[in-house]
């Protein structure tokens, strides 16, 4: 029922398509979704979540998820982390990862809604630590499209790995274009 709703918001009345898919047997995973340039993108991921029917997760700081909000947050697939003094992010994410049996990780590593130049590199070493693959995600708003691409394991070479991923979103539009991090063809 609930995916019937979703599609029929998503395709007929907003008029956007996916196109490729999750691997439903790759049960961890780091989604590297970009571009973030707006508050839009959440719920083109609810969606798109709900359409293609699996668990696609989120983190945020432990503190998010009290009282009254917590119960949402975990039932939209959100996982709270802890950042102990002793663990830095990326290590407190790879035990997430370490603590399901299926975690797929949906990450933005712009990291922000506003330009950047660089990508932040986390996404990447979270993958690379808990042994998944990255699958690239694109928020097309030029052409209406997410665009899912197919499963990457990284090789622990970031900058080339990350010519590679990074073709996957060439001439992708976000909402706000000029805030979108542009991957050069």
């Known amino acids: 029922m609930k995916r019937s709703f979703y599609k029929f918001i998503f395709f007929r009345l907003m008029g956007w398509k996916i196109e490729g898919a999750f691997d439903e047997n790759i049960k961890k995973c780091v989604a590297m979704v970009l571009p973030h340039t707006s508050w839009h993108d959440f719920y083109l991921g609810i969606f798109t979540r709900g359409i293609c029917d699996l668990e696609i997760n989120f983190i945020a700081k ?6 009254p ?26 035990n997430v990862f370490e603590n399901h049996e299926e975690f797929r990780l949906a990450i933005a590593p712009e990291g922000t809604r506003k330009k ?49 991923l990074l073709k996957h979103f060439e001439g992708v539009l976000g909402k706000i274009p000029e805030k979108g991090f542009h991957a050069e063809k």
């Open 69 to 94: 909000f917590g119960y949402y947050f975990r039932w939209m697939g959100g996982e709270p982390i802890e950042r102990k003094i002793s663990l830095n992010k990326v290590d407190a994410i790879v």
């Open 62 to 67: 432990k503190e998010l998820f009290r009282f």
């Open 116 to 164: 950047v130049e660089e990508l932040k590199s986390g996404f990447y070493y979270i993958a690379v630590k808990a042994n998944v693959p990255i699958i690239p995600v694109a928020f097309d708003f030029g052409r209406k499209t997410v665009s899912i691409g197919k499963p990457f394991y990284p090789t622990e070479n970031y900058e080339a790995d990350l010519k590679i």
